[in-house]
């Protein structure tokens, strides 16, 4: 079975400082992970992706992630947060023989001004 | 661009009553599917389609039911509405394997 944990509810950062999401996952096989964003009353949009390749994987609005095979990570990153990067994150697994992702129960970011 | 494309928006039932929530896809994806959201939980897959004609359950499906007669709509139905039944409802449609999947904008459903 697939999994996945987000170990904070809440991060909060001071907008200008980096920010870390952490994101840890459990599948049998290889895992295709990705990172989403919600903002309130909205779905979910897509930020990035990693299936196979580089270990870091830069995505849509100045995000990277990294992925960590021997930890079993795929933390989000930015250099510098925003204000307007507040919203609720989330992650997501799913291992190559299956196509339905499973997801982590969310971190809610609040970037500080 | 309309992507995928969900309704109602917003709804609100009374316990026993049925509804179908609708969701359309114009990129000519095989694979669709139907999530809630509930505080907490992040989301929960209720059952998904890899065709036309094809569904499966996924982790939560008892309440709900679905079909796929044609590769752009994937409706689910609420048969008899409970209050646990409360929830955010995302549809979801994907491509090729390792593509992104894309979400509807959500249905907010209270049941009362």
């Known amino acids: 079975a697939q999994s996945v944990a987000q170990p904070e509810d809440q991060v909060n950062v001071a907008e200008g400082n980096p920010l870390t999401v952490k994101c840890t996952y459990s599948?049998?096989?290889?895992?295709?992970l990705f990172w989403y964003v919600q903002y309130p009353n909205r779905g979910l949009q897509f930020l990035l992706k990693?299936?196979?390749?580089?270990?870091l994987v830069k995505g849509s609005y100045g995000f990277e992630a990294e992925f960590n095979k021997s930890q079993t990570s795929f933390h989000l990153k930015k250099p510098s947060a925003l204000v307007s990067d507040s919203a609720l994150y989330f992650c997501?697994?799913?291992?190559?023989?299956?196509?339905?992702?499973?997801f982590g129960s969310g971190t809610r970011l609040q970037v500080q001004p | 661009n309309a992507g995928v494309t969900q309704t109602p928006k917003f709804q609100v039932l009374k316990t026993g009553q049925s509804m179908t929530l609708q969701c359309a896809q114009d990129?000519?994806?095989?694979?669709m599917s139907w999530y809630r959201q509930d505080p907490g939980m992040g989301l929960r897959l209720i059952h998904y389609?890899?065709?036309?004609?094809?569904?499966d359950q996924g982790e939560v499906p008892n309440g709900y039911n679905v079909s796929r007669s044609t590769t752009e709509d994937f409706p689910l139905r609420l048969l008899s509405a409970a209050p646990s039944q409360t929830s955010v409802y995302f549809c979801?449609?994907?491509?090729?394997?390792?593509?992104?999947?894309?979400f509807g904008e959500g249905s907010w459903l209270t049941v009362v």
């Open positions: 997501a697994v799913r291992d190559e023989g299956r196509r339905a992702l499973t």
């Open positions: 599948v049998s096989g290889n895992p295709y």
């Open positions: 990693y299936i196979t390749g580089d270990n």
């Open positions: 990129m000519n994806h095989e694979y």
């Open positions: 389609s890899v065709g036309a004609g094809i569904t």
């Open positions: 979801a449609s994907q491509g090729a394997p390792g593509n992104t999947i894309y």
